[in-house]
């Protein structure tokens, strides 16, 4: 296995620009299409320099290779731990599968294998080995990603070895009993930090390769392009719900307006019944009136019926006006609470235009700020100023004229 930098012909210190010319120049140098004569060589050469590509381009990926590139190397050629366990180095590259297929030679045959393996390690330390955990499973190609994909890599992503590490121990504290109890502390000490110095490695390895495996993952790919297409058909649903918020309110500002235009034609209608009441409540008085005058000769009995008549019409006519009074107190109430309220809008935008500085604000709270600011003060300084020559300079003028 070569490393990447020489796949790509670059130095470990090369830049982003210099692996992206690299990676372009050689992708178009062993592209399949144009290595119809050696396809299969080619092939694998092109594999190899994306691969190579993938990691160095990504910072995390590649600051992770330049810090194990050795054991990575040695691990390729069969480099072993001394504690036997799975050499996860050999791994970390994408020569290590071939296709995306359900063989045992594809992404998903070797990586499932290669976890069932560390699992089985682990369990042989279990103290709880009569659990009913089952290690979530890596899974085939066709794996439904809420049930398979998605608890495996929540488990494997936190992954904690269960190895106790008790090879690395520097001192075997059983064949040192007669060594004084202070000094025996120290040297469990030391032991255990080297315990804990292998764990905490070996968990950064798993955990580095679960990163390395899901980012090539297509099901994982495939599953963020669902989550960007729901979040792009959310976005446009927001942006028609905030057209139709808008045409809404601009539908109740146009009835709004033509409600208040209606009130006044109303109102003059109104009054235009109240002067027919009136004159119809003149007519009757007058002719109550003649009434009354030409009752001579008229027995009292007969006299009753025109009297009951007449309080009855004048009493409705009493009721019709003040009916038509109140309607008509009403709406000119009405009127006079639209002007406050125009009056009041007109005072409101007053407050928040700066004549000083020629701006308009949102809110009352912006403008105190603005009042409150160096810049704003200065300015009313400069204005007030000029007015004061304006005032003195008109008052010049105007005494020139007198004299």
């Known amino acids: ?55 160095l381009s990504d910072p995390q990926e590649r600051a992770w290779y330049d810090k194990h590139r050795d054991a990575i190397l040695l691990g390729a050629k069969g480099a072993e731990y001394q504690e036997n ?20 030679e594809s992404f998903y045959g070797v990586y499932g294998e ?37 608890p495996f890599y929540a488990y494997w992503s936190a992954y904690c070895t269960l190895r106790p590490y008790s090879w690395l121990d520097k001192y075997n504290i059983d064949t040192l009993k007669e060594v004084p109890r202070r000094v025996q502390r120290l040297m469990e ?33 495939a599953y963020i392009k669902l989550l960007e297409e ?55 008085v007058e002719t109550s009136d003649c009434g009354s005058d030409s009752e001579s000769g008229v027995d009292e009995n007969e006299d009753d ?17 003040q009916k038509g009074n109140e309607e008509c107190v009403s709406k000119e109430e009405n009127l006079e609470n639209i002007t406050i309220d125009s009056e009041n809008s007109d005072q409101d935008l007053l407050d928040l235009y700066c004549p000083a500085c020629k701006k308009n604000f949102k809110t009352v709270k912006s403008r105190e700020s603005h009042d409150r600011s160096k810049k704003h003060q200065s300015k009313v300084r400069a ?12 008052g010049e003028e105007s005494d020139d004229d007198i004299g």
């Not at 692996?19 to 992708?27: D, I, P, V, W």
């Not at 057209?243 to 033509?258: C, D, G, V």
């Not at 019926?305 to 006006?321: D, F, G, I, R, V």
């Not at 204005?383 to 003195?392: H, P």
């Open 1 to 55: 296995m070569k490393c990447h930098y020489e796949v790509l012909g670059v130095p470990l210190n090369a830049s982003e620009d210099d692996l992206k010319k690299s990676y372009r120049k050689l992708a178009l140098k062993w592209h399949p299409d144009k290595n119809l004569e050696n396809s299969d060589q080619a092939k694998k050469e092109f594999q190899f320099i994306q691969a190579a590509y993938e990691v």
């Open 85 to 104: 366990a799975v050499n996860l180095f050999e791994y970390f590259t994408s020569a290590c599968y071939s296709g995306y297929g359900d063989d045992e």
């Open 114 to 150: 290669l976890f069932n393996r560390i699992a089985a390690e682990d369990m042989e330390f279990s103290q709880d080995q009569d659990s009913d955990f089952e290690i979530p499973d890596f899974g085939d190609s066709t794996s439904n990603y809420s049930e398979v994909v998605r």
């Open 189 to 221: 000490k030391d032991n255990k930090k080297l315990r804990d110095a292998g764990r905490k490695q070996r968990n950064e390895e798993v955990r580095a390769l679960v990163n390395f495996v899901r980012k090539r993952d297509p099901r994982v790919k």
């Open 230 to 284: 729901k979040t792009a058909q959310n976005a446009l649903k927001t942006k028609l719900q905030q057209e139709r918020h808008r045409e809404k309110r601009r539908q109740l500002l146009n009835e709004t307006t033509s409600t208040t235009s209606f009130g006044f034609t109303e109102m003059s209608d109104l009054e235009k019944q109240l002067r027919d009441i009136e004159a119809q409540y003149a007519s009757s």
């Open 305 to 321: 019926t025109p009297k009951e008549y007449e309080e009855t019409a004048y009493q409705s006519n009493e009721k019709l006006e």
């Open 383 to 394: 204005l007030r100023k000029v007015m004061l020559e304006d005032e003195s300079g008109d």
